[in-house]
């Protein structure tokens, strides 16, 4: 029989002293970024997961290399194990490297690598064998930790790491998943931010606000585009209270119908109803 994988880690490993256990070559690589916190959930990344397979599939059905990165996946594999399995349903030889900045939590990854799945040391330079460019990064509550003022460095790193069509998305959500807010970037830069929440647990739209990622989170006040649009989001969502009485899905929808006639919304009902709404990048730049 084949032996049985150990169980998966559950939060953040021991700090150990391992600079005598690590390779030279592990130090000379000085991957870039700093290590993060590490916490993971099951299923923590599936709105994001799904959007991705949905919207990004045409890219990942006809590229040539369909390899995925999971940047930052934490001190244990969940979402690495979890994004190889949506991209599947889209196309069958996809692969996804994991990849930490944290040397324990690449070696405690190690033991579920896969035929298509595996983990690797580094940072924001996507390190990939033999120059291969991945066709999507993901970069899940990553950039939370750093300043502001750094996301547009990190932003360009990446996106010039990937394929010609590939797609870095990089946003944050709450640790169970119910509400995420993600920025989609192609090689050139930023392209859309994308809310997502589950309806059952929303209040108003403006909860998802302390999940915008670190490049509009700062920019919440008045003034600033995503406090306009928030602000527009929360009044087209009481105009729509009535249709609450039919399902909070029937409620988001109109109020995103109402929202689309002001704001430049890229996306239709069939993602609406999933909880989204995706707009375009350019209407909620900061400003300055």
Known sequence: MPSRRP?????????????????????????VGTVTRGTTNPNRLRRMDRWIAAGHAAVLRRCDDPVAVDLGYGAAPWTAVELLGRLRTVRADAEVTGIEIEPERVAAARPYEREGLSFRHGGF???????????????????????????????????GRLAPDGLLVEGTCDEIGRRHVWVALGPRGPRT?????????????????ERLPKALIHRNVPGEPVHAFLTDFDRAWAAAAPLGALSARQRWIGAVRSLAQVWPVVDGPNRWRQGEVTVRWEALAPRG
């Open 7 to 31: 169980p998966l880690p559950l939060g953040n490993p021991r700090p150990a002293s391992t600079a005598a256990r690590r390779p030279a070559s592990t130090a000379a690589r000085r991957p």
């Open 193 to 209: 931010v994308t809310f997502a929440t589950r309806l059952g647990s929303l209040g108003r739209p403006s909860d998802l606000a």
């Open 125 to 159: 330079e996507v390190p990939l064998p033999g120059g291969r460019r991945p066709v999507l990064i993901r970069a899940a509550n990553v950039l939370r930790q750093y300043d502001e003022a750094e996301v547009a460095a990190v932003w360009e790193r990446l996106c």
